[in-house]
């Protein structure tokens, strides 16, 4: 079965600093992809990075970049420069790409940050 | 207008009483999905639907029921709710091919 996991119930940056989220995953789909969502308190969620895991680089979407390991099936995402409006829940995400697939996704427990001015 | 439109978007419900959540999509996608976020647990899948016919349960669907009207329409229904159902429901969209999932704003629902 596949499972996404999130170690860090809660960080604190400063402001200005970079800041990486943890997210393992366990999967046995040959082709799988990766995500990230923000959720800031009003409660939407705002996707992030993807990353394919086929994808020969790892994923770069402005401030935010995954570092994809595929070997130690780990997906962390990499916030550079962290702005008060980072602070938010942050959740990791996988879903299967293979054939027949369901689309659905599977979370991990979410990451809270909070950045310090 | 969102691409993906939940109504309400808040709602505070007595016990036992019947509930639906609406969701509608302009993306033009057949797949359509209803979660719940509780906290410390992330989002878990309740139901799917690929199309009108086709309606499929997730790792959570007890208690709760849905309605495919349309290829734009998912709707999901708490028979009788209870305060274990007080949480934040979200309905999302994705393309047959593709990877990104559309969410909507979120529905909050409490059960008192």
């Known amino acids: 079965a596949q499972k996404i996991t999130q170690t860090q119930p809660g960080m604190f940056v400063q402001e200005k600093e970079a800041v990486t989220l943890d997210c393992t995953y366990d999967?046995?789909?040959?082709?799988?992809?990766l995500f990230w969502y923000k959720q800031p308190s009003s409660g939407e969620m705002i996707f992030l990075i993807y990353q394919g895991s086929y994808d020969q680089q790892n994923a770069t979407e402005g401030r935010y970049s995954l570092n994809f390991q595929k070997a130690r099936k780990s997906a962390n995402l990499v916030i550079s420069a962290s702005q008060l409006g980072d602070s938010a829940m942050y959740f990791c995400?996988?879903?299967?790409?293979?054939?027949?697939?369901?689309?659905?996704?599977?979370f991990g427990q979410g990451t809270t940050l909070q950045v310090k001015p | 207008d969102a691409d993906v439109t939940q109504t309400p978007r808040n709602r505070i419900t007595k016990t036992g009483k019947r509930i639906m959540l609406e969701c509608s999509q302009t993306k033009g996608h057949d797949r359509m999905y209803w979660y719940r976020q509780d906290p410390g647990l992330g989002l878990r899948l309740i139901y799917y639907?690929?199309?009108?016919?086709?309606?499929n349960k997730g790792e959570i669907s007890d208690g709760y029921s849905v309605s495919r009207q349309a290829q734009a329409k998912f709707s999901l229904s708490l028979e009788s709710a209870i305060p274990n159902q007080t949480a934040l429901y979200f309905c999302?969209?994705?393309?047959?091919?593709?990877?990104?999932?559309?969410f909507g704003q979120g529905t909050r629902l409490t059960v008192v």
């Open positions: 995400a996988m879903r299967d790409l293979g054939s027949g697939n369901t689309g659905k996704l599977i």
């Open positions: 999967t046995s789909d040959p082709s799988y992809g």
């Open positions: 999302a969209t994705s393309p047959n091919r593709g990877t990104e999932a559309f």
């Open positions: 639907s690929f199309d009108v016919k086709d309606i």
